[in-house]
């Protein structure tokens, strides 16, 4: 079972173009995070979110965490070739023993063209 | 370290072989995950250690996988009797351990396991 649905899985669009990448689920986070991955590395975390309807910018991404707190989406703005790579989000569950546990979705593979 | 160190960086096996997979978190981290990842595809939690608590287990896809960690350190995750299903990367990552769930996570760069 996939906690965390996001969507596009792929994407792939020219310089200069806007994209939207969402992470939806049917379950509540207590906080979200946004990750992005290049080849042969770890994720690196680009954002955490942790109140619904909080909206966070940096540079040209905007990221959104949903008044529900089961859904966010990460925006980028005149996408550049440096932008390319896996983008993932992940969750973090309210409660429990586990805490700073993540749920990761499937991953965005965003390829910027020149 | 400065960061999360994993090695080895690859490994080729046969079927049926054991590896073990070393994580060498940040200095000073008490909490420490593994998670597998297919290709271009999202992390599987495999395990987690906090402190001195029981492990986390619930993600270990089988009785095959098993992970220690020693000295509230570095951390090794062992897989038996290796399977080409096992073929994937395996990321390391650790965390400061505070009881916070927007706590950083660091990644190691981690190991690309191939089954042949």
């Known amino acids: 079972t996939q906690l965390l649905e996001q969507s596009p899985q792929f994407l792939s669009i020219q310089e200069g173009e806007n994209l939207t990448v969402y992470c939806n689920s049917s379950?509540?986070?207590?906080?979200l995070q946004w990750y992005r991955q290049e080849p042969g590395e770890g994720p690196v975390l680009l954002v955490t979110?942790?109140?619904?309807?909080e909206v966070k910018k940096l540079k040209r991404l905007t990221f959104q965490f949903g008044d529900a707190r089961k859904d966010s989406s990460l925006h980028i703005t005149a996408a550049q070739t440096g932008d390319t790579g896996l983008y993932l989000c992940?969750?973090?569950?309210?409660?429990?023993?586990?805490?700073?546990?993540?749920?990761f979705g499937q991953g965005t593979i965003l390829t910027v063209h020149p | 370290g400065a960061g999360v160190s994993q090695s080895p960086s690859n490994k080729v096996t046969e079927k049926g072989k054991d590896v073990e997979l070393r994580c060498d978190p940040i200095?000073?981290?008490?909490?420490l995950y593994w998670y597998r990842q297919s290709l271009g595809q999202g992390l599987e939690f495999l395990i987690y250690?906090?402190?001195?608590?029981?492990?986390?287990k619930s993600g270990l896809p089988s009785d095959r996988f098993s992970a220690e960690r020693t000295g509230g350190s570095v951390s090794t995750l062992t897989i038996q009797r290796t399977q080409q299903e096992d073929s994937a990367v395996y990321l390391c990552?650790?965390?400061?351990?505070?009881?916070?769930?927007?706590?950083?996570?660091?990644f190691g760069p981690g190991t690309r396991l191939t089954v042949l």
């Open positions: 990552a650790s965390r400061a351990g505070t009881y916070l769930s927007t706590d950083t996570q660091y």
């Open positions: 992940a969750g973090a569950r309210a409660g429990g023993t586990s805490y700073g546990k993540l749920t």
């Open positions: 979110v942790v109140t619904g309807g």
């Open positions: 250690f906090q402190g001195n608590s029981a492990p986390d």
């Open positions: 200095s000073g981290h008490t909490a």
């Open positions: 379950s509540v986070f207590s906080s």
